[in-house]
């Protein structure tokens, strides 16, 4: 099979979209750019000492920022300098940014993303994501963007994809037709196409969530994981329990193998952790996309109206089976 980089495969589906003007293809692709300088700096994380921590200077006396600051820059300056997007909202920042740029405020996008999701995980090496949500502007081209530009619902999406930084680094990405994945061929710093059409398979038995929470989150839940740990009437074999503790890696395992992420609300945190606009949104997006299922317990993901920059909300995403018995064992215990 030849080799298909991601920037040839753009421009190759860019036919999909008989309007297109190559925005989004460009865009795509200077998200890519960010990608490969993130993973760069990820990949030496564990040289910190040796390079210098946040707030320290290394070797060469440069002043060395947390990767996830350093992530959230990487992608604010590919995005700002490629002027696709005229603003974007991250979870790095209370504010999104509006850029008042020229080349900007006559863009037609605003992207959303969490550049660096479970950037706790760094110093144990375990797999970490950059995740990220775009939405066509609803402010008048030539404007500023302004905030309901980014309070838009995850139906509106154009684009959604992550990077998961792992043994190996893909990009995965959607823009509603379909999700493909790209891995990054470091010898010649391309992505290329390693998985095309991606769907979860027909039927999952992979469980993942932070039992710890058991005793905090509402009955439909643990009698969910309960029903997980009898033996599935399909394979005769029990449910696999795996959780890293990073979303996309979560998530991109169970897209693999087939499974049901879940991070429910809790009694000290009844909105659950992960944020609506810039992880759930385009995970959703590409869940959909890929023939699998994304709620909160009970309403479709896509749906929920944002209200907020960094609104949050339960999550059941995957496999759509799994996610339908989670969802049948809340409305039996509502
Ligand atoms: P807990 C990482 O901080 C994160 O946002 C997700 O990537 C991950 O799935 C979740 O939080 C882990 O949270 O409370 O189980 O440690």
Redesign the pocket.
């Known amino acids: 099979m030849s080799m298909v980089t991601l920037n040839e495969f753009i421009m190759e589906r860019q036919a999909d979209f008989p309007f297109a003007s190559g925005d989004l293809s460009r865009l795509l692709a200077d998200i890519s750019i960010a990608a490969k300088i993130i993973n760069h700096k990820v990949n030496k994380a564990g040289l910190q000492d040796i390079l210098g921590a946040e707030g320290t200077t290394n070797v060469q006396g440069e002043t060395q920022m947390k990767l996830d600051v350093f992530s959230d820059q990487a992608l604010l300056n590919a995005v700002k300098w490629g002027g696709q997007v005229c603003g974007a909202g991250s979870e790095e920042n209370e504010k999104y940014f509006a850029f008042d740029l020229e080349h900007c405020r006559k863009a037609k996008y605003v992207i959303l993303f969490d550049p660096l ?5 760094i110093d144990v090496n375990v797999s970490i ?1 950059t995740i990220f949500s775009i939405l066509r502007r609803t402010s008048a081209v030539g404007d500023l963007a302004n905030i309901n530009d980014f309070l838009q619902k995850g139906s509106e999406q154009v684009a959604a994809g992550y990077v998961i930084y792992g043994s190996s680094t893909m990009l995965v990405y959607t823009t509603g037709h379909g999700v493909n994945g790209f891995t990054l061929e470091p010898s010649i710093g391309e992505f290329c196409l390693s998985h095309a059409n991606m769907h979860f398979p027909e039927h999952g038995n992979i469980y993942s969530i ?1 039992e ?2 058991m005793s905090i989150c509402e009955k439909g839940v643990r009698d969910f994981v309960e029903w997980c740990k009898d033996i599935d009437k399909k394979t005769n074999r029990p449910f696999t329990a795996r ?6 890696a ?1 998530f991109h395992r169970n897209l693999i193998k087939g499974g049901v ?1 879940i ?1 429910p609300g809790t009694k000290k945190n009844p909105e659950g ?2 944020r609506l606009q810039y ?1 759930c949104n385009p995970l959703a997006f590409i869940a959909e996309q890929a023939g699998g299922k994304a709620s909160d317990g009970k309403n479709r993901i896509m749906e929920l109206p944002p209200k907020e920059l960094h609104q949050r909300t339960p999550l059941f995403i995957g496999s759509k089976h799994l996610v339908e018995k989670a969802e049948e064992f809340i409305q039996k215990n509502s």
């Open positions: 999701d479970g950037s706790s995980n994501g932070n710890g929470n959780y890293i503790g990073s979303l996309v979560d992420y991070y952790k992960l992880e």
